[in-house]
Nanobody, 123 residues
Framework: QVQLVESGGGLVQAGGSLRLSCGAS?????MGWFRQAPGKEREFVAA????????SYADSVKGRFAISRDAAKNMVNLRMNSLKPEDTAVYYC???????????????????WGQGTQVTVSS
């Protein structure tokens, strides 16, 4: 059983930046970030393959967010720039038990999920 712990959420003004981190207690392969805003369904944000060589992003965050992973620390990060009020959501880290390249997989193929971290962007 792998545990995922997110950190780095908070309150930021529109146009600002935040960096989310997710630490894993065990070995993980493809990892991703999802988000869920109040009253909305969970949606995909970004994902990265085990090697870090393949990434994918939702159209809504392309060019603003960047996902990366630190294999030595068993962590995945999400750098979020030019934040907009519509980015406000609880952000969840997820990890798959298999490596997918490209990492464009649906949420139900992720095995492990974190508890989430709140990101609030004020206008």
């Amino acid at each position: 059983q792998v545990q995922l712990v997110e950190s780095g959420g908070g309150l930021v003004q529109a146009g600002g930046s935040l960096r989310l981190s997710c630490g894993a207690s065990g070995r993980t392969f493809t990892m991703g970030w999802f988000r869920q805003a109040p009253g909305k369904e969970r949606e995909f944000v970004a994902a990265i393959s085990w090697s870090g060589g393949s990434t994918s992003y939702a159209d809504s965050v392309k060019g603003r967010f960047a996902i990366s992973r630190d294999a030595a620390k068993n962590m995945v990060n999400l750098r979020m720039n030019s934040l907009k009020p519509e980015d406000t959501a609880v952000y969840y880290c997820a990890a798959a038990s298999v490596d997918y390249r490209p990492p464009t997989i649906p949420a139900d193929l992720y095995t492990y999920w974190g508890q989430g971290t709140q990101v609030t962007v004020s206008s």
